[in-house]
């Protein structure tokens, strides 16, 4: 029973490095998102997506790109990683319930 | 447009003691409410809901919220505190209707003394 599966668990960049954060749901969600979480400011919604083929911004989407080419997938790309990046990062799946959401365990991202 | 306040950033209590998280929303619709409970190193797990059935809801681990339309309040309870219980605590709104993006709190963490 996996759930939502996120890759890498951690991982340290170099300011200036890109690289995928990879998410995988196997519950036929339509909706997926990715989360940042920093002290102090509780989750913030970087990029979303309601659907294979469709995606949206959320509150903090600068410095990132995601893409949706299957319903399972919703691949989080960091273009060009800068400091301010560091955070944990979570990405979530929902079902017919507005707002019920299953969340993977976390990507713990430094960057140098 | 849509809004959660967790009032309170911290909230310390002793094991064996009540529990009370508090949480206001407001949104232009008719809301689905949550709350949300995160472990250290963890990711987040649905505590419970509220989507427009019975206005007192039931949870895992012997939490319950009760969903207070006058007040636009969702305060999460528990007559009893375990150790286990400490964690960090989210209420999240979303729209029936509307965009479906949740809103969430910026959270309560929990602290449980012996």
């Known amino acids: 029973n996996a759930g939502v599966t996120q890759t890498p668990k951690f991982q340290v960049l170099k300011t200036g490095q890109s690289m995928t954060l990879q998410c995988a749901q196997d519950?036929?969600?339509?909706?997926m998102s990715w989360y940042r979480q920093d002290p102090g400011m509780g989750l913030r919604l970087i990029h979303y997506?309601?659907?294979?083929?469709?995606?949206d911004q959320g509150e903090v989407p600068n410095g990132y790109n995601v893409s949706r080419s299957t319903t399972e997938d919703f691949p989080l790309r960091l273009l060009s990683a800068a400091p301010s990046q560091t955070s944990v990062y979570f990405c979530?799946?929902?079902?017919?319930?507005?707002?019920?959401?299953?969340f993977g365990e976390g990507s713990r991202l430094t960057v140098l | 447009a849509q809004s959660v306040t967790q009032l309170d950033s911290h909230v310390s209590v002793s094991e064996g003691t009540p529990v009370l998280l508090r949480c206001n929303y407001s949104?232009?619709?008719?809301?689905?409410l949550f709350w949300y409970v995160q472990h250290p190193n963890k990711g987040l797990q649905l505590l419970l809901k509220?989507?427009?059935?019975?206005?007192l809801v039931k949870g895992i681990n012997g939490f319950e919220a009760e969903f207070k339309k006058s007040e636009t309040s969702f305060h999460l309870t528990k007559p009893s505190a375990h150790m286990s219980d400490a964690a960090e605590y989210f209420c999240?709104?979303?729209?029936?209707?509307?965009?479906?993006?949740?809103?969430f709190g910026r959270g309560t963490s929990l602290i449980v003394h012996p």
């Open positions: 979530a799946s929902g079902g017919r319930a507005p707002g019920e959401l299953f």
């Open positions: 519950m036929n969600h339509e909706y």
């Open positions: 997506s309601v659907g294979a083929g469709i995606t």
């Open positions: 949104s232009s619709y008719s809301p689905s």
């Open positions: 509220y989507t427009s059935a019975a206005t």
């Open positions: 999240v709104v979303t729209p029936i209707g509307g965009s479906y993006i949740p809103t």
